[in-house]
């Protein structure tokens, strides 16, 4: 299966790979875990696009795309892909279109989760991640066992710089201007795929699941 997922901060794109990554074992790309593991090994790339990311504007194009390129000449994908959080961008989608058809993978489906403002608002400001291992939590619906500590590897839990609301306004107001955008671009390719992402992220996967499966 090959795939894209789309939509806003907070509407379930992390949590739903982390779901299908293991139904599916396809390669899953983050573009956002990519570039804060750069942060967090203090590298040049990583304080190159600090000040982007904390401040929820976008990394340049030409950095992204090169990070998924190199991706995808790294690693095999014949049993597909799954990019989370790319592209975000016009100019990244037709990017990728031409990195996926050097490679002779194209594209599936675009999957759109649809999510309303109240619950990426509540999604965002609640959500913790470990600084070690990536496991999601959620303060209200998914706090870890342990105040600070991850359930899985016992890692720091911590809570991204840019999930404050004035920075989830600043990052909402670039996703209407500049993702939004590339719905249209999927669907006019016919592949685009939407689901209703305020519904809790098991039922977007088993919708997701049944919507893919159909489709094979
Ligand atoms: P995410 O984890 O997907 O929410 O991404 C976190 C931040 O990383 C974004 O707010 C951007 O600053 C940066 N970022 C991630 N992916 C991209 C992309 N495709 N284009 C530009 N910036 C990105």
Redesign the pocket.
């Known amino acids: 299966m090959k795939l894209v997922l789309l939509g806003p901060?907070g509407a379930g794109?992390?949590t739903l790979a982390s779901l299908l990554k293991n139904s599916l074992s396809i390669l899953h790309i983050?573009?956002?875990?990519i570039?804060?593991e750069e942060m967090r090994n203090n590298t040049k790339l990583g304080r190159e696009v600090k000040q982007?990311?904390d401040h929820?504007?976008?990394?340049p194009?030409e950095v992204?795309t090169k990070l998924v390129e190199n991706k995808f000449s790294g690693h095999a994908v014949n049993h597909g892909y799954m990019l989370?959080?790319?592209?975000?961008?016009e100019t990244?989608a037709e990017d990728l279109d031409r990195i996926l058809s050097r490679v002779n993978r194209p594209l599936d489906y675009a999957v759109y989760l649809e999510s309303s403002l109240p619950v990426i608002i509540q999604r965002l400001t609640g959500r913790r991640i470990c600084r070690n291992c990536g496991a999601l939590f959620h303060m209200k619906n998914k706090p870890p066992k342990k105040a600070g500590t991850c359930d899985e590897c016992g890692g720091e839990v911590y809570q991204r710089a840019?999930d404050n609301e004035e920075t989830i306004k600043i990052?909402m107001d670039i996703y209407m201007k500049n993702t939004k955008p590339i719905i249209d671009y999927y669907a006019a390719q016919g592949k685009l795929q939407k689901v209703d992402a305020d519904k809790d992220a098991k039922e977007v996967q088993d919708i997701l699941m049944k919507i893919l499966d159909e489709g094979r």
């Open positions: 901060p794109k992390g983050s573009t956002g875990d570039l804060r982007y990311i929820g504007k976008l990394v194009d992204v989370d959080g790319f592209p975000r961008t990244q840019d990052r």
